[in-house]
């Protein structure tokens, strides 16, 4: 009946609606991932840059305490220098655990 109504657009409206909502919803989904990928180039320049500050931060570590080791390497080597070579003079605790005489 509507069928031969000049003016009726019903399954065309449908087919043209459901057609603009997938449009609108793929859209929607592009525009999502391209902010996801934005979201991930982000992370993973915040994960390099947490990496390499706390490698960094390490690696310092790593140089004082290897200074005060070799400060104190120098002062040890210093005493040891002081020492006095005859057994017993210097620390007499020495002459009864080893024979530096020999």
């Known amino acids: ?48 840059t947490a990496l390499r500050d706390g490698l960094g931060a390490r690696i310092k570590a790593l140089i004082e305490c290897g200074w005060v080791w070799s400060e104190v390497g120098k002062e040890a080597l210093h005493v040891l220098e002081e020492m006095e070579t005859e057994p017993g003079k210097s620390f007499p605790f020495l002459f009864y655990l080893y024979d530096c005489s020999l």
Request: hydrophobic content about 40%; some cysteine; overall charge neutral.
């Open 1 to 48: 009946m509507s069928e031969s109504n000049p003016f009726f657009v019903g399954p065309l409206s449908a087919s043209f609606s459901s057609s603009t909502k997938l449009a609108a919803a793929q859209s929607e989904l592009q525009a999502c991932e391209t902010h996801l990928a934005a979201k991930e180039r982000e992370l993973a320049i915040k994960r390099c």
